[in-house]
């Protein structure tokens, strides 16, 4: 069945960066969107960024653009999420996401078909 495999996740200090990556195996389609969501505790889940493939648009939560930069690489279907400047609120849990077509984004998230099992992201003051 499709698999997202999600890495990068960790524990940081205030200020640092980490690069999340997820690679979609045994998905069957090329294009449509890949996304990052992150669900801190007691929190609903949120969108952070996403990326059509096929037009390379990007979109991001309006509170986290600019510190966060969501890309794909075609070659391998790997989606990265470079997060910079990372603050305690950004703790979380972070999850990658795909669907074959249809709308990316939107002020309340469309749903997406595949996710990955969560990497977990720590930022320490």
């Known amino acids: 069945q499709v698999q997202l495999v999600e890495s990068g996740g960790g524990s940081v200090q205030d200020g640092e960066s980490l690069t999340l990556s997820c690679t979609p195996v045994r998905y069957p389609h090329n294009g449509g969107c890949m996304a990052w969501f992150r669900q801190a505790p007691g929190a609903e889940r949120e969108g952070v960024a996403a990326?059509?493939?096929?037009?390379?648009?990007?979109f991001y939560s309006d509170s986290l653009k600019g510190r966060f930069t969501i890309s794909q690489v075609n070659a391998n279907n790997t989606a990265y999420l470079q997060m910079n400047s990372l603050k305690p609120e950004d703790t979380a849990m972070y999850y990658c996401a795909v669907k074959p077509g249809g709308w990316c984004w939107s002020s309340k998230m469309p749903p997406y078909d595949y996710w990955g099992q969560g990497t977990q992201v720590t930022v320490s003051s």
């Open positions: 990326i059509n493939v096929d037009s390379r648009n990007t």
